[in-house]
């Protein structure tokens, strides 16, 4: 019996041509994002952000600090996945709702608050690539949503990401980690590329 996860992942390709008159609705782009916010973070901080880039003004914004590539306006909507300096002062708060749920107790939380502190306070860089795990595990869960959907997507680091963080708003604290594209493929797009050899990626001790 074939699983259907193990099948939408072989069956996945990155989609560069995108049929540019179907769209998609609100439904289907808050379901993808919650899936997407399934996805693992460290001590659950949950530190990312997507911003939905669906009308066409916004697009051509887009599109203008991300190389004139034309899947971000030919697609139903391009994520920009931004990913969160990571910062011990939230985690009670993204904490709570486990403490509520039961299954997490309540003096836990303080622990996790300390190590999360021994992390990241004051490690600029630590925090900066914690921001950019959270927003890549996001973006990839993003991409099999998508492809479970059928919809196709494109993930896309060719933009100039300060005009990308001035031009739509994003906080201090927040970098814009990766594009995706999503929307409904093209005939024309080439089937999924031949993989290295496993011989060549990996290692078993």
């Known amino acids: 019996m074939s699983n259907p996860i193990i099948s939408a992942i072989e069956a996945r390709r990155t989609i560069n041509l995108f049929d540019a008159a179907r769209g998609i609705d609100e439904q289907q782009i808050h379901e993808l994002v919650r899936l997407a916010t399934l996805a693992p973070t460290a001590f659950n901080l949950q530190n990312w952000r997507f911003i939905a880039v669906c009308t066409p003004e916004a697009k051509a914004r887009l599109r203008a600090v991300a190389w004139d590539q034309a899947k971000v306006t030919d697609a139903a909507v ?13 985690l009670a708060e993204r904490l709570a709702p486990s403490v509520e749920a039961g299954f997490m107790p309540p003096a836990m939380v303080p622990g996790w608050e300390g190590a999360a502190k021994g992390l990241y306070f004051e490690q600029p860089q ?30 896309m680091i060719g933009f100039d990401a300060e005009a990308v963080a001035q031009g739509f708003g994003l ?22 590329k031949p993989r290295r050899p496993l011989g060549q990626v990996l290692s078993v001790l």
């Open 171 to 192: 906080a201090d604290d927040e970098i814009p980690v990766m594009l995706v594209a999503v929307g409904y493929a093209a005939p024309e797009n080439w089937p999924q």
């Open 126 to 155: 630590r925090q900066r690539d914690e921001a950019v795990r959270t927003a890549t595990f996001g973006a990839g869960t993003l991409i099999q949503a998508a492809q479970a959907m059928g919809l196709g997507s494109s993930p």
């Open 78 to 90: 391009t994520f920009i996945v931004c990913g969160q300096l990571a910062d011990h002062r939230q």
